[in-house]
């Protein structure tokens, strides 16, 4: 991204920015709080098609602009607690890298044979992979954005 680390840190962090693209847009979005210390909660609040979905998560390490680990839920739909770990560096000047890796749960249903689990993880992994480039997309729009407005 064509930015500092503590731009993209905080586009992680900060309500005004998270509403516009994690998890949400700024035409859906009804609210987003956060407590940015370590142990402390977030919760993002959308509604779409009249359904309130509601994403909440914890954060277990915040090393300012380098680093977020965070689970993340929605638990409206599943008691499922899945994790979020965020690298951020700087490759050049104004140039960072942010390396992505999540972990999610696929439960196995004892119906499923073992081909339709493999299926189903594989849907997953496919559908939350999608789901997050969109985001990251969103993400780096917005901060190339704001770079240029305030140039």
Do not use: C
């Amino acid at each position: 991204m064509k930015t500092m680390p503590s731009e993209v840190y905080e586009a992680w962090l900060d309500p005004e920015q998270l509403r516009l693209w994690f998890m949400t847009s700024q035409r859906t979005n009804q609210s987003v709080r956060t407590d940015r210390t370590e142990g402390g909660h977030y919760e993002v609040v959308d509604s779409r098609n009249g359904k309130v979905i509601r994403i909440t998560g914890t954060y277990e390490t915040l090393i300012p602009d380098e680093q977020i680990i965070k689970t993340i839920q929605m638990p409206d739909f599943s008691e499922d607690v899945d994790q979020i770990e965020v690298y951020f560096e700087e490759r050049s000047p104004g140039i960072t890298e942010m390396t992505f890796k999540y972990r999610g749960i696929v439960r196995k249903e004892r119906r499923l044979t073992h081909l339709e689990y493999k299926q189903k993880k594989k849907e997953y992994h496919d559908h939350t992979a999608h789901g997050f480039e969109l985001m990251f997309d969103k993400l780096q729009t917005q901060l190339e954005s704001e770079k240029h407005n305030s140039i």
